[in-house]
């Protein structure tokens, strides 16, 4: 593991010099370090595809596994395929965050595509953090994720990416049975060129199932967002999707949120805001010493908490 695949550790995966319990390191398409434990196993795929199996036992408790991927230089296209199977009455921790970095003039790349698949009254809190760093290169993050969750299972989603990727395409797949519930915490930042798009679809299915999609982000410089936004109400269920964003300098932002309704009593909400900092705030914070510059810091990193 180099230096470069330590500094993004840190950085989206909390890395403190070593993981306790489960965890897989992928470094530029390759493994850098991996361990089981007694209740969770991480096993190579054995159907040709580059990923992991990730098998979680029924009733496991408290633990946290870590898928994190790091590229560590341009002219890397990294394609992983994770697939977690998570055991009846499982409640554990899943942090898969990611790390690119350039280093010249080729593009530096990673794709993952991770698929959920929960069983009756589970619960996983998954926990995505994606940052690019260095200079000269395009560096792009494009993650897809599909879940599937069984009668009563919770999956929380909590994704952050805050500046440095240049190109971000991300996608999430929902199914849900009945009674199971679905919460999405998206927070995104772009600055310069950078442009990010994400597509959140969402199906309905069980009776008295939910999903709650917020997604928090700001468009800085010259940065481009969309947010697309589709909840599918195929039963007596609860839906609700919110894109909350702040546009600065020549930051654009395109929020498409749609609902189907298509049982009598889907009960489906969705909300969209965009606009720039109120002047009462930086003129507030200003008033305590602050620049206009560091006012403009302190909301938008409150905002994005």
Same mark, same amino acid.
């Given at each position: 593991?180099?230096?470069?695949?330590?500094?993004?550790?840190?950085?989206?995966?909390?890395?403190?010099?070593?993981?306790?319990?489960?965890?897989?390191?992928?470094?530029?398409?390759?493994?850098?370090?991996?361990?089981?434990?007694?209740?969770?196993?991480?096993?190579?795929?054995?159907?040709?595809?580059?990923?992991?199996?990730?098998?979680?036992?029924?009733?496991?408790?408290?633990?946290?596994?870590?898928?994190?991927?790091?590229?560590?230089?341009?002219?890397?296209?990294?394609?992983?395929?994770?697939?977690?199977?998570?055991?009846?009455?499982?409640?554990?921790?899943?942090?898969?965050?990611?790390?690119?970095?350039?280093?010249?003039?080729?593009?530096?790349?990673?794709?993952?595509?991770?698929?959920?698949?929960?069983?009756?009254?589970?619960?996983?809190?998954?926990?995505?953090?994606?940052?690019?760093?260095?200079?000269?290169?395009?560096?792009?993050?494009?993650?897809?994720?599909?879940?599937?969750?069984?009668?009563?299972?919770?999956?929380?989603?909590?994704?952050?990416?805050?500046? #440095?990727?240049?190109?971000?395409?991300?996608? $999430?797949? +929902?199914?849900?049975?009945?009674? &199971?519930?679905?919460? *999405?915490? =998206?927070?995104?930042?772009?600055?310069?060129?950078?442009?990010?798009?994400?597509?959140?679809?969402?199906?309905?299915?069980?009776?008295?199932?939910?999903?709650?999609?917020?997604?928090?982000?700001?468009?800085?410089?010259?940065?481009?967002?969309?947010?697309?936004?589709?909840?599918?109400?195929?039963?007596?269920?609860?839906?609700?999707?919110?894109?909350?964003?702040?546009?600065?300098?020549?930051?654009?932002?395109?929020?498409?949120?749609?609902?189907?309704?298509?049982?009598?009593?889907?009960?489906?909400?969705?909300?969209?805001?965009?606009?720039?900092?109120? #002047?009462?705030?930086?003129?507030?914070?200003? $008033?305590? +010493?602050?620049?206009?510059?560091? &006012?403009?810091?302190? *909301?938008? =990193?409150?905002?994005?908490?």
């Amino acid at each position: 593991m180099n230096n470069i695949t330590e500094q993004l550790l840190r950085l989206v995966a909390d890395f403190k010099g070593s993981f306790q319990g489960a965890f897989n390191i992928r470094e530029d398409g390759q493994c850098a370090g991996r361990q089981s434990s007694e209740h969770i196993k991480i096993t190579s795929k054995t159907d040709g595809k580059p990923g992991l199996d990730i098998h979680i036992d029924a009733g496991t408790q408290g633990e946290t596994v870590y898928i994190p991927a790091c590229v560590t230089h341009s002219d890397v296209d990294d394609l992983v395929y994770n697939d977690f199977y998570v055991g009846a009455g499982a409640d554990v921790v899943i942090v898969a965050g990611c790390g690119v970095h350039a280093d010249n003039e080729g593009e530096a790349r990673h794709n993952g595509i991770h698929r959920f698949f929960l069983e009756p009254g589970s619960h996983v809190l998954y926990q995505e953090k994606h940052i690019g760093t260095g200079i000269g290169s395009l560096k792009r993050i494009d993650p897809i994720t599909d879940i599937y969750l069984k009668e009563n299972a919770v999956l929380e989603m909590d994704t952050v990416q805050l500046r #440095g990727v240049d190109v971000s395409e991300r996608r $999430t797949t +929902g199914k849900l049975d009945r009674g &199971a519930k679905l919460i *999405i915490r =998206e927070r995104i930042l772009t600055d310069g060129n950078e442009w990010a798009k994400t597509t959140f679809d969402v199906a309905l299915d069980g009776e008295d199932c939910s999903a709650d999609v917020v997604s928090r982000s700001v468009a800085k410089g010259e940065s481009y967002q969309e947010f697309i936004s589709s909840i599918h109400g195929n039963n007596r269920c609860y839906g609700h999707s919110s894109c909350d964003a702040i546009l600065a300098e020549h930051g654009r932002v395109n929020a498409q949120p749609a609902l189907e309704a298509a049982h009598l009593d889907a009960q489906l909400i969705h909300e969209a805001a965009i606009g720039k900092i109120a #002047g009462e705030q930086l003129l507030k914070l200003q $008033t305590l +010493g602050l620049t206009a510059e560091q &006012a403009e810091e302190r *909301i938008i =990193e409150g905002f994005l908490k």
